[in-house]
């Protein structure tokens, strides 16, 4: 047997016979559907007073993370994901010498020119 506190196990706090009502949730509501690239159907719902200027034409999908649109036959295409470059790749494509050089000197010429320092240390 329950002593103290007046709710009972399993009851909503606050909850009453106008809570929803309160709430907006009869509201007058319109849906709109979305798709993305892998077929997954989203609803949301938005207000029926809500110009359709208002109304996004993109969402990102909650279940897959992708952009969905409101045309079934043409969602938004799948993002190209740029694949990992291991450091091999990236020493591959790697400036010449002359060029690592050059870009060395700009950048060694411009911290001096910030520091006040004209000449280089030898």
Known sequence: MATGGS???GSRVGAGPMGEQD???HAD?????YW??????????FAANLPDEEIPETIDSPTSGLP????KENPPALAKLEPY?????YVKERRTEEE???????????LRERRGTASPRK
């Open 36 to 45: 993305d690239a892998l077929g997954n159907k989203t609803v949301r719902y």
């Open 100 to 110: 690592a050089a050059s870009l060395l000197e700009d950048a060694l010429t411009a």
């Open 68 to 71: 969905a649109g409101r045309d």
């Open 23 to 25: 709430h907006g949730f």
């Open 85 to 89: 470059k291991t450091h091999l790749a």
């Open 29 to 33: 509501r319109v849906a709109v559907s």
């Open 7 to 9: 709710a009972i196990r």
